[in-house]
């Protein structure tokens, strides 16, 4: 059986459904005889995505080993070179002889995470960087790789939430990434909520509460919730409501093959009947 899709992402805001959904299509893939891989958020070998990542300019990079030199050669073990661009993956660092290195040093390397940049033009370019590098390896083997969220979510988070950017050149960077992705012919899979906000209260009750006290941070007291006057959990809604809007208009107009789930009642036989006729369109299997 020849792979006709060598990318599948599962897309949509939190509570959806998305980490039950795309585990079930990496199952589903393996039944169907396709060699896959499936990388849910947060995943550290995350090929398109960056996760606990730093991103240092070659001077910022100097002057952080310079501030740490006891640690220089667990620094320099690690790091990732691309032309002017240095990166640490803090989560996964270890020293030769497997030590992780101190707290302090992880922590003060988070507050360069790629996420984390300053600028929205470094975020893109980086971001626009790692996708190509992703499907330059990706046309070269026969793995379908499935991903959670990364496609919309993560860009569109970072530009419009913490920059503030106007959402037509957030758009504008997801079309980019959209064109360099097609060579992998890639598949999305959207679980649209109608009802934003009782999708993130029942969330936000299964998960701790640092997880909505983070959220309404993000949301409230960066670019775009200073810019409306977001407060609190309205403004958390408020975003992702927004968020949800913008996706699903710009999934009508993307070139790319797409399944939308209303996934309100949680009913997964039926998430994963729709899913399995999708994905057996896309590899043209019973």
């Known amino acids: 059986m020849t792979c006709q899709c060598k990318l599948i992402i599962v897309e949509g805001i939190p509570g959806s459904g998305k980490t039950t959904l795309a585990s079930f299509v990496n199952v589903?893939?393996?039944k169907k005889g396709v060699s896959n891989r499936l990388y849910c958020e947060g995943d550290l070998d995350h090929p398109a995505d960056f996760?606990?990542?730093?991103?240092?300019?070659?001077?910022?990079?100097?002057?952080?080993?310079?501030?740490?030199?006891?640690?220089?050669?667990?620094?320099?073990h690690n790091v990732t070179v691309n032309?002017?661009?240095?990166?640490?993956?803090?989560?996964?660092?270890?020293?030769k002889n497997g030590q992780m290195p101190p707290g302090k040093l992880i922590d003060e390397l988070a507050r360069y995470d790629v996420y984390e940049t300053p600028l929205?033009?470094?975020?893109?370019?980086?971001?626009?960087?790692?996708?190509?590098?992703?499907?330059?390896?990706?046309?070269?083997?026969?793995?379908?790789?499935?991903?959670?969220?990364?496609f919309l979510q993560n860009p569109l988070t970072v530009l419009i939430g913490k920059h503030n950017v106007c959402v037509s050149d957030a758009i504008e960077h997801v079309q980019m990434v959209n064109t360099t992705i097609q060579p992998l012919q890639p598949a999305v899979i959207y679980?649209?909520?109608?009802?934003?906000?009782?999708?993130?209260?029942?969330?936000?009750?299964?998960?701790?509460?640092?997880?909505?006290?983070?959220?309404?941070?993000y949301f409230t007291r960066q670019g775009w919730g200073k810019a409306t006057g977001a407060k609190g959990f309205d403004g958390v809604c408020a975003f992702y409501e927004m968020r949800q809007q913008i996706e699903l208009a710009l999934l009508q107009h993307l070139e790319i093959a797409k399944l939308l789930i209303e996934n309100t009642s949680y009913n997964r036989d039926?998430?994963?009947?729709?899913?399995?006729?999708f994905v057996s369109a896309l590899f043209n299997t019973a």
């Open 270 to 277: 039926e998430c994963q009947r729709a899913i399995d006729a």
């Open 28 to 30: 589903l893939l393996d």
């Open 191 to 217: 679980l649209r909520q109608p009802d934003v906000r009782t999708t993130l209260e029942r969330v936000s009750r299964e998960r701790p509460r640092e997880w909505k006290d983070f959220l309404i941070t």
């Open 51 to 76: 996760e606990a990542v730093a991103h240092f300019t070659r001077p910022d990079y100097e002057v952080f080993v310079s501030r740490h030199a006891a640690y220089r050669q667990v620094l320099e």
């Open 120 to 150: 929205a033009s470094t975020y893109c370019r980086l971001a626009a960087q790692r996708w190509q590098e992703f499907v330059n390896q990706a046309v070269l083997n026969e793995e379908t790789s499935v991903f959670e969220c990364c």
């Open 83 to 95: 032309d002017t661009d240095y990166f640490l993956a803090y989560r996964k660092i270890k020293s």
